[in-house]
């Protein structure tokens, strides 16, 4: 089966904790990006990487980290750093096709902080 | 700064009507318009897209209007139905930008009364 996927579906953290979550896609997309979701936010984007050992910040990078070591792999750290990190998280790549962009999403993880 | 504005938020239709979500946009380096459609719990997945050169773009009971000149694009779902209910996202791209980013709407969140 080619996609995305992300783990864990679920995630609790502590107040101070980093926590890391996965990202791992099997589409050979060489672009791929991190958003978070809030309801009536839409969807914001963290980082992305347009090629492996290389990222860039998004609109809202502050309190996050990421690596992009492998082409198949981007995990996001979500730091003590940000302070309202409970949210949903997704994500995606990105695949060009002559005149056509499609972004593939991963199922998401929704992180609470308890 | 939102780069595509999308309304409304949220929208409520009955069986049958026809859902009609708006967004439009400034920025003229857009030239790829694609619509995602996200089940609570999932990640987004593509629904339709649509490129400036054409005004309106039809697949089965969706459809996307586009008017150039006034920087808008809207959906319209026509024979809705209350497996529609869900979550839509505008996007658009920017000319010569293969592997770059997609900017978001905020989302619709549209019920679909039976």
Redesign the interface.
């Known amino acids: 089966d080619g996609g995305i996927t992300q783990s864990p579906k679920y995630l609790f953290r502590k107040e101070g904790q980093n926590v890391t979550l996965s990202c791992e896609q099997n589409l050979n997309h060489d672009a791929m990006y991190w958003y978070r979701q809030d309801p009536g936010q839409g969807l914001r984007l963290i980082y992305y990487s347009q090629i492996v050992n290389d990222f860039q910040k998004g609109d809202i990078a502050e309190g996050y980290s990421v690596s992009r070591e492998k082409k198949e792999s981007f995990p996001l750290t979500v730091t003590s750093a940000q302070k309202n990190p409970t949210a949903f998280y997704l994500c995606a790549t990105l695949n060009y096709r002559g005149l056509l962009t499609e972004a593939f999403f991963g199922q998401g993880t929704r992180l609470t902080v308890v | 700064q939102q780069q595509v504005k999308?309304s409304p938020?949220s929208l409520i239709v009955q069986k049958g009507g026809i859902s009609i979500i708006n967004c439009a946009y400034e920025n003229t380096a857009f030239d790829?318009f694609?619509w995602?459609q996200q089940f609570p719990?999932?990640?987004?997945?593509?629904l339709i897209?649509i490129?400036p050169d054409v005004s309106e773009k039809k697949e089965g009971r969706f459809t996307i209007s586009f008017n150039k000149s006034a920087k808008q694009f809207s959906l319209h779902i026509m024979d809705s139905q209350p497996g529609d209910s869900a979550t839509y996202?505008c996007?658009a791209?920017r000319r010569g930008s293969?592997?770059?980013?997609?900017y978001?709407?905020?989302?619709t969140q549209l019920t679909v009364w039976p």
């Open positions: 999308q938020q790829y694609p995602y719990g999932k990640g987004p997945a593509l897209a490129r996202f996007a791209r293969t592997l770059g980013r997609l978001f709407g905020r989302g």
